[in-house]
């Protein structure tokens, strides 16, 4: 018998995979997707792809100039600032993490926060060193600052709007953050459209700033295309990373036109954001949970009278899909919730009220 497994890695068994539940027949809100509505219909037949455009026989380009000139238009930067793409803000998320890799470096990151910091962190065997939230997911600043001085990170990854907790955090303590460290910090942005509370006018005063974005909150997750935004220097680093053709024909072309209908999609998210304070309202009657405000589309609640878990599964019984938090120390007895239509939403709240 051949034994490969020898030349494993020692640690793999440390790693899990990343399972997702068979959403089929079911009102998905577990992934923070956009919820298939008319607008977004109409936003998708408008795009008018040509056929003749997309030669699915080639490669894709290998940097889209087209794409990264639009960007950097759109936001009012000048050439001094370069544009990466992933297959998704996690592809450029690792391409940072690599670029980044020398042996005893740190990374610090935020606790709880998006689940794929650590997990890319590790599988690149960099640091991880998480950096608790108070009780209400807010950032403790004085021990932050502290131990940026104490583990002298090389990357220190900022969601904000945070997943999962949903909160927004103050800005000032983001740029305390950024001034108090020569590590390069990476604000991610996902969720950005749903609170206006960007951070990319800050990225021509500070050249360790690097700003990420993705499509997959808006609408298009199925395209997987993240971008992020630095100074040339750390566009060319991350570009040396980079898998060649890591973006497929097709993404970039509707993306590009997805641009031309932009106005459209920043409507469609403030539908969205008027769902979401429908939906925090509708839950903030409930008796048995405890809900809170949120920056993005989705909602986090905790159950009070039951575990997370059964919660779950009640839901899912009832071919409701929503993401259960308990595996999370810090998240004991949470869920969340993604926004979805006012019809799938009111169904959430009738079917959880009856299992509270």
Same mark, same amino acid.
């Given at each position: 018998?051949?034994?490969?497994? !020898? *030349?494993?890695? @020692?640690?793999? /068994?440390?790693?899990?995979?990343?399972? =997702? +539940?068979?959403?089929?027949?079911? $009102?998905?809100?577990?992934?923070?997707?956009?919820?298939?509505?008319?607008?977004?219909?109409?936003?998708?037949?408008?795009?008018?792809?040509?056929?003749?455009?997309?030669?699915?026989?080639?490669?894709?380009?290998?940097?889209?100039?087209?794409?990264?000139?639009?960007?950097?238009?759109?936001?009012?930067?000048?050439?001094?600032?370069?544009?990466?793409?992933?297959?998704?803000?996690?592809?450029?998320?690792?391409?940072?993490?690599?670029?980044?890799?020398?042996?005893?470096?740190?990374?610090?990151?935020?606790?709880?926060?998006?689940?794929?910091?650590?997990?890319?962190?590790?599988?690149?065997?960099? !640091? *991880?060193?998480? @950096?608790?939230? /108070?009780?209400?997911?807010?950032?403790? =600043? +004085?021990?932050?600052?502290?131990? $940026?001085?104490?583990?002298?990170?090389?990357?220190?990854?900022?969601?904000?709007?945070?997943?999962?907790?949903?909160?927004?955090?103050?800005?000032?303590?983001?740029?305390?953050?950024?001034?108090?460290?020569?590590?390069?910090?990476?604000?991610?942005?996902?969720?950005?459209?749903?609170?206006?509370?960007?951070?990319?006018?800050?990225?021509?005063?500070?050249?360790?700033?690097?700003?990420?974005?993705?499509?997959?909150?808006?609408?298009?997750?199925?395209?997987?295309?993240?971008?992020?935004?630095?100074?040339?220097?750390?566009?060319?680093?991350?570009?040396?990373?980079?898998?060649?053709?890591?973006?497929?024909?097709?993404?970039?072309?509707?993306?590009?036109?997805?641009?031309?209908?932009?106005?459209?999609?920043?409507?469609?998210?403030?539908?969205?954001?008027?769902?979401?304070?429908?939906?925090?309202?509708?839950?903030?009657?409930?008796?048995?949970?405890?809900?809170?405000?949120?920056?993005?589309?989705?909602?986090?609640?905790?159950?009070?009278?039951?575990?997370?878990?059964?919660?779950?599964?009640?839901?899912?019984?009832?071919?409701?899909?929503?993401?259960?938090?308990?595996?999370?120390?810090?998240?004991?007895?949470?869920?969340?919730?993604?926004?979805?239509?006012?019809?799938?939403?009111?169904?959430?709240?009738?079917?959880?009220?009856?299992?509270?």
């Amino acid at each position: 018998m051949v034994n490969y497994k !020898k *030349y494993l890695r @020692e640690d793999i /068994n440390n790693f899990k995979e990343y399972f =997702i +539940d068979n959403p089929e027949n079911m $009102i998905k809100l577990d992934a923070m997707e956009y919820p298939v509505d008319k607008s977004l219909r109409d936003v998708i037949k408008s795009l008018n792809i040509n056929e003749k455009e997309i030669l699915l026989n080639r490669y894709p380009e290998s940097h889209s100039q087209e794409l990264e000139k639009i960007i950097l238009d759109y936001f009012g930067l000048n050439s001094n600032f370069g544009v990466n793409f992933g297959n998704g803000s996690d592809e450029l998320i690792q391409n940072i993490c690599l670029a980044f890799s020398k042996k005893g470096n740190n990374v610090m990151v935020p606790s709880p926060s998006f689940s794929m910091y650590e997990k890319i962190i590790s599988t690149v065997n960099l !640091k *991880y060193i998480p @950096e608790y939230l /108070n009780e209400d997911f807010d950032i403790k =600043i +004085d021990q932050m600052i502290k131990n $940026i001085s104490k583990y002298k990170p090389a990357i220190i990854f900022l969601a904000c709007p945070n997943n999962p907790t949903s909160n927004l955090w103050d800005k000032d303590k983001i740029i305390q953050i950024i001034e108090s460290s020569e590590s390069i910090v990476v604000i991610d942005e996902a969720y950005v459209d749903f609170c206006e509370s960007s951070y990319i006018d800050l990225i021509e005063k500070y050249e360790n700033l690097v700003i990420l974005r993705t499509f997959s909150k808006i609408g298009f997750a199925g395209l997987r295309l993240g971008f992020m935004i630095s100074n040339k220097e750390i566009s060319s680093i991350i570009n040396k990373i980079r898998l060649p053709f890591n973006i497929n024909t097709v993404s970039l072309k509707i993306i590009i036109n997805i641009f031309e209908n932009f106005s459209i999609i920043k409507k469609n998210c403030q539908n969205i954001i008027s769902l979401r304070e429908k939906l925090y309202s509708d839950l903030s009657e409930l008796r048995n949970i405890k809900v809170l405000k949120s920056s993005t589309n989705f909602l986090i609640f905790k159950t009070l009278n039951k575990s997370s878990d059964e919660i779950y599964k009640l839901l899912k019984d009832s071919n409701i899909l929503i993401k259960n938090l308990n595996n999370n120390s810090n998240l004991k007895n949470f869920l969340r919730v993604t926004v979805g239509t006012e019809e799938e939403n009111n169904s959430f709240v009738s079917t959880l009220s009856k299992y509270l």
